[in-house]
């Protein structure tokens, strides 16, 4: 098993900036992606960055591109997600999750997950 635990979030204005951070602990991934998701209320979980565990490779949602930047700490098994220009539609409660094997887009792909933190925009 791999537990996550998120840090980070909270409330920011329009155009401010929020990092959050996902530690893991437990069974060590060798490969895989970690991520993150994002759910807004009556919406759906979506993808916001994934990165991959060895490889490095980064993917991002259209929206969050040249904003948002993800980043690791192999070292001590983190990972960030460094969030700037933040817009109100950015409000949601942010996930981290972790998955071996493939990239997916699909939430219901990704085996593992954390409790969420809330991030909140104000305009």
């Known amino acids: 098993q791999v537990q996550l635990v998120e840090s980070g979030g909270g409330l920011v204005q329009a155009g401010g900036s929020l990092r959050l951070g996902c530690a893991a602990s437990?069974?060590?991934?060798?490969?895989?992606?970690m991520g993150w998701f994002r759910q807004a209320p009556g919406k759906e979980r979506e993808l916001v960055a994934a990165?991959?565990?060895?490889?490095?490779?980064?993917h991002y949602a259209d929206s969050v591109k040249g904003r948002f930047t993800i980043s690791r700490d192999n070292a001590k098994n983190t990972v960030h997600l460094q969030m700037n220009s933040l817009k109100p539609e950015d409000t949601a409660v942010y996930y981290c999750?972790?998955?071996?094997?493939?990239?997916?887009?699909?939430?219901?792909?990704?085996?593992?997950w954390g409790q969420g933190t809330q991030v909140t925009v104000s305009s």
């Open positions: 990165m991959g565990y060895s490889s490095g490779s980064t």
């Open positions: 999750a972790a998955k071996s094997g493939t990239f997916y887009y699909t939430p219901t792909r990704y085996d593992y």
């Open positions: 437990g069974r060590t991934l060798s490969s895989g992606y």
